[in-house]
């Protein structure tokens, strides 16, 4: 399966870095819908984007967190911009680690944004795309969930679960014509990491952007950035855990 050329290219979370740099090399000839919370004030959002060649370049509003609205939300999108070519889940939060271990809410909202509002909205748009036979979705997984760490395990638990999911559910749509690529990127330096020291081989949101496409026009359904982390990602598995606790973010 190669990259779609046709159908809205859909960013949930259309303030994300990585999601409009998907956008921006995705954009080409094709309708771009940009959602997101205060849709209104997308404004810089939308120009980059029509500046990299869409057709069009629509915003709707969109609360990851409010679940009850998935389903109308992309039932509306279909109904208006016609069938989906490319989904992309770029919203999600960090979180304070700190926080979240002495406040039971925090913690979950965290868990809630990273997980439990992503299954939702993949659950709907499996369904979606399933009854129209194509389409790609894609899901952002990250090192911090293939093995948690103490110095974030809230956030990296929810990632765990995410990667769990997706893994699953691109299994379940094998042979339905919709492409489920599970992206694991390390530490990206960015807005959502301002103020941390970066990781060993963190990479940008351009260089994310960069594999996905590659990813997608591939048929992939795995795709780590950069590509080397594969490798730590075996050996990540095998530290003992006495060592393993004391890992740093």
Do not use: C
């Amino acid at each position: 399966m190669g990259e779609q050329t046709s159908g809205p290219v859909l960013v949930l979370g259309g303030r994300s870095e990585i999601g409009l740099e998907v956008a921006r090399r995705l954009a080409s000839g094709r309708v771009v819908i940009l959602a997101a919370r205060r849709a209104d004030a997308l404004g810089p959002e939308v120009e980059q984007v029509r500046a990299a060649g869409a057709s069009a370049v629509h915003t709707v509003e969109f609360d990851a967190d409010d679940t009850a609205i998935h389903a109308r939300l992309l039932e509306k999108i279909v109904a208006e911009h016609g069938s989906i070519g490319t989904a992309v889940l770029a919203f999600g939060v960090l979180g304070d680690q700190a926080r979240a271990e002495q406040d039971p809410a925090h913690a979950v909202a965290v868990v809630h944004t990273d997980f439990v509002a992503q299954v939702s909205v993949l659950t709907t748009l499996a369904t979606v795309l399933r009854a129209q036979g194509s389409g790609q979705i894609v899901v952002f997984s990250s090192i911090a969930g293939v093995r948690v760490r103490r110095a974030n395990y809230v956030y990296g638990s929810a990632k765990a679960g995410l990667d769990g999911f997706a893994s699953g559910l691109g299994d379940a749509l094998h042979g339905t014509g919709v492409q489920l690529l599970l992206v694991r990127p390390g530490f990206v330096i960015g807005r959502m990491t301002t103020g941390m020291d970066p990781a060993p081989m963190s990479s940008t949101p351009d260089q994310v952007a960069e594999a996905v496409v590659r990813g997608l026009r591939k048929g992939a359904t795995r795709v780590a950035v950069p590509g080397r982390l594969a490798v730590m990602f075996f050996v990540m598995r095998l530290l003992p855990q006495s060592i393993w606790r004391r890992m740093p973010r």
